[in-house]
């Protein structure tokens, strides 16, 4: 009986392999889609998105990495005002100054928070600092250089958007949001040897406040470092979102796209959903919204542009890391009904 229990994942995964054996056997797999696909447009429009947006990337990441290391916590902590309407206005401002990716963000924010800086200050912060920031506007200019608009109304609705959550939260929320932390782990984010997620170590590079000041030559080591971690981090979501994009538009037929994307809402909740599921890298995602130009109203590239850098999967999951889970639904549900509202109303208006 143990011999069996120890082999059944073994059997039950041979059991399986035999099953889609003796289906396809039965029911051979069409290979002629395969074969049909227009693989020549996947390969030009993938190659195209990730040539014009790699150069934005590395620019962004090495941003990250030299606030990262150079300039502390304690210094942005010391510059928070207490007013709340000058405080949501300096966290929507901040990402100006510190144009930080929002997986970089979250664990800096959590430790703020820790450490006295109030809610509705970090959720703007962590809502605006991923758009409002010089590298995203470079890029968004570049990508929609035919239609500057977009790239004033990208920031424009950001910075309305996070604005108007932070007040609201400041106005409803009493208790704090975050998650209760075990005490082994809280001292491991104090001491800066953890994120209290998995994947995002590489943020803490140049953070070593404890054991001494490093040397300039420790501190760019730890640039580069940072840098290259998250290039490689930022990379994967970049050819994610590529791929996805590419497919897209190679296999679903221009009427198809034409008549989703021409819809008064429709647009606006498929770009919505699709920038949530590609969780791509704010520096980078303008080229992929741009190659939809054709097809989609300019409204919902909006809200390709401003809910995705707000709110996406991997996002998601870290804002479950740090924050309770009705926190974070009241936070997702806020800020798709202000995008949606705000990206129409700007397509009504200004585009």
Known sequence: MQTLLRR???????ACIVLIALILVRRPPDFGAIASFPWANFKTIFISIILEAIPFVLLGVLFSALLQVFVSE??????????????????????VVFPLCECGMIPIVRR?????????????????GPV????????????FRSRPEMAYSRMGLAFLVAAAIGLIVYRFVRRSPLRPELPHAAARTENGDGHGHGQHHHHHHGHDHGHGR???????????????????????????????????Q????????????????????FMMGFAYLLSLCSTSDAFVAASFATTFTTGSLLTFLVFGPMLDLKNTLMLLSVFRIRFVLALTALLAVLVLLGSRLFELTVL
């Not at 703020?112 to 605006?128: D, E, S, T």
């Not at 501190?219 to 490689?232: I, N, R, V």
């Not at 190679?250 to 909740?269: C, P, Y």
């Open 214 to 248: 490093p040397g300039l030559t420790g501190k760019l080591q730890a640039t580069f470092g940072h840098a290259s971690d998250e290039f490689f981090e930022m990379g994967k979501y970049l050819i994610f979102g590529a791929m996805m994009t590419a497919v897209i």
């Open 8 to 14: 059944g994942p073994f059997v039950a995964g041979l």
């Open 112 to 128: 703020l928070m820790r450490k006295g800086m109030p809610v509705y200050i970090a959720v703007a912060f962590i809502l605006a």
């Open 132 to 143: 409002l920031n010089p590298v995203v506007y470079a890029s968004t200019y570049m990508a």
């Open 250 to 269: 190679a296999a679903v037929s221009r009427e198809s796209l034409v008549s989703i994307g021409q819809g008064d809402w429709s647009s606006h909740l």
């Open 74 to 95: 304690r210094t942005v902590r010391r510059w928070t005002p207490r007013h709340p309407v000058l405080g949501v206005l300096f966290a929507c401002t901040l990402g």
